[in-house]
């Protein structure tokens, strides 16, 4: 492996991308190298390299869906047993689903749940006090009717480690999996995170600007509620440790059997950018026939990306602090290096040329509970935009991240109603318009999750 070929190329992407600072690192038979580019902050610099930590968002779901693999290991949780055996004030906007839901069901994000409840930083924001305020929560499914991606979901499971262990969530994540396997640098809350060396996230603005984003992480400090689907900060080193454990037979953490039942398909995805279908966890890839598993992270102004291919003994991961140009340059970084040491090629679908019947039909206001996306057409083109709620914008006493602007999209060949991104900040993201009985369209897929539809503009 060279890394002196990984180092010219994340140099001249982020470069080419304004991305401040960013790390990958590569794992190939055992074998390791990692690159950095740029520095850890604009305005108190300090160069970026493999112990830098930044947020990972939603890669910190690979950690809490082992951590309980582990209890499910030691005979203390039931994957297949109503979340109500082990969180029995569990209560829901349906109480059917309430009683219904399994651990399974939040593991592949297929319990029927919206997205995320919002942090407004008042109240009790601990893991119970997300459960009491669960029954606010829309649901969007049957449980195990559909996969839909929920934040919600991750960290109900955070509650269900803490009732079956005892213990405050970050101190039993510590115990069941940080500590044995040496993660000593993968830590919950700023004041684990500011004794060591870590990178301010960016956000640019209209004018092309970057200003720093606050938050530091996904979510406001004290958000202890969403630690369980977000909380995790890390660098490329501990993220190559951990991608070695997923390779590995389980270090005595728990059974090879279990850790590797993560990686087996439990529900499949159409039309996803994020995969074919859900492990335990785990996204799925099909890789030109090699079997990948991957997880990404978005949060403000950071952007975290995590493949393995166990067959191949591989692993990638890219951390980058801007939004929202992190999340192509970790995409073209995770090509790059599929291309250059797996010989795996990915190849991006074409769309069909634009059809006005079509675009028509879809045409409208779609949204979950904290997001707007907006799909429109002025005769010659289609464009998707999607952004944070006005109003939950205006309330906030933070700054937010930007949205995305209206971007092209075109459909893809097939009778599917799927659909690919072909500009913007998410160029490349794929996903598929839904349809009642009738043939109507009611909602839209992005990014793994459901956007029902409030309006039609057509």
């Known amino acids: 492996m060279s890394q002196d070929r990984l180092s010219e190329f994340i140099k001249a992407q982020a470069t080419e991308l304004g991305v401040p600072g ?12 990692s690159a950095s580019h740029g520095v850890t902050s604009l305005d108190n610099p300090l160069p970026v390299d493999e112990k830098t930590l930044f947020p990972l968002a939603s ?14 290991a030691e005979g203390k949780v039931d994957l297949t047993a109503p979340v109500r055996r082990y969180v029995p004030e569990l209560k829901l906007a349906d109480e059917q689903a309430a009683a219904q839901i399994t651990v399974l069901n939040l593991l592949n994000h297929t319990a029927g749940l919206d997205w995320n409840l919002i ?22 499914a049957p449980p195990g009717a559909r996969a839909s991606y929920s934040q919600a979901g991750y960290n109900l499971a955070g509650r269900v480690v803490e009732k079956v262990t005892g213990l405050p969530f970050e101190q039993a994540m510590t115990s069941l999996v940080l500590e044995p396997v040496g ?64 390779l590995g037979d389980g270090d005595g953490v728990l059974p090879a059997a279990q850790l590797h039942r993560m990686r087996e398909q439990t529900v499949e995805l159409r039309a996803s950018t994020l995969g074919d279908g859900f492990g335990i966890c785990w996204f799925l890839h099909d890789l030109d026939g090699l079997h990948g598993i991957g997880h990404g992270g978005s949060g403000n102004g950071q952007f975290a990306e995590l493949l393995i291919v166990p067959e191949r003994n591989f692993a990638v991961v890219s951390l980058a602090n801007v939004g929202p140009d992190g999340y192509p340059f970790n995409q073209s970084v995770v090509r790059w290096a ?17 059809d006005e019947r079509k675009a028509q039909q879809v045409a409208g206001r779609y949204e979950i509970d904290a997001m707007n996306l907006d799909i429109a057409t002025d005769g010659t083109r289609l464009t998707l935009a999607v952004g944070i709620k006005p ?62 539809q409030v309006t039609r503009t057509s």
């Open 22 to 33: 960013a790390a990958v690192g590569v794992l190939l038979d055992g074998q390791e190298i």
């Open 59 to 72: 890669v910190s779901k690979t950690f809490t869906a082992t951590a309980l693999m582990r209890l499910v």
């Open 119 to 140: 942090d407004d930083g008042e109240g009790d924001r601990s893991l119970a006090g997300l459960v009491a305020k669960l029954p606010q929560l829309p649901l969007i």
């Open 183 to 246: 993660l000593s640098d993968t830590v919950y809350g700023l004041a684990e995170v500011m004794v060591r060396k870590f990178a301010v996230g960016y956000n640019r603005g209209e004018g092309g600007e970057l200003r720093a984003a606050r938050p530091w992480g996904a979510f406001r400090e004290g958000a202890r509620a969403d630690n369980p689907g977000g909380g995790l900060a890390s660098s490329v080193s501990d993220l190559l440790r951990w991608a070695r454990f997923q």
């Open 338 to 354: 599929l291309e250059h040491y797996l010989d795996v090629v990915e190849k991006t679908p074409e769309p069909l040329p634009y």
């Open 391 to 452: 109003e939950i914008r205006e309330a906030s006493n933070e700054e937010m991240p930007p949205d995305y602007p209206a971007a092209a999209i075109g459909f893809l060949p097939g009778e599917g109603d799927e659909y690919i991104l072909t500009e913007g900040g998410l160029k490349g993201q794929r996903g598929y318009f839904s349809r009642d009985a009738n043939g109507a369209v009611i909602g839209v897929d992005l990014a793994g999750r459901l956007f029902k």
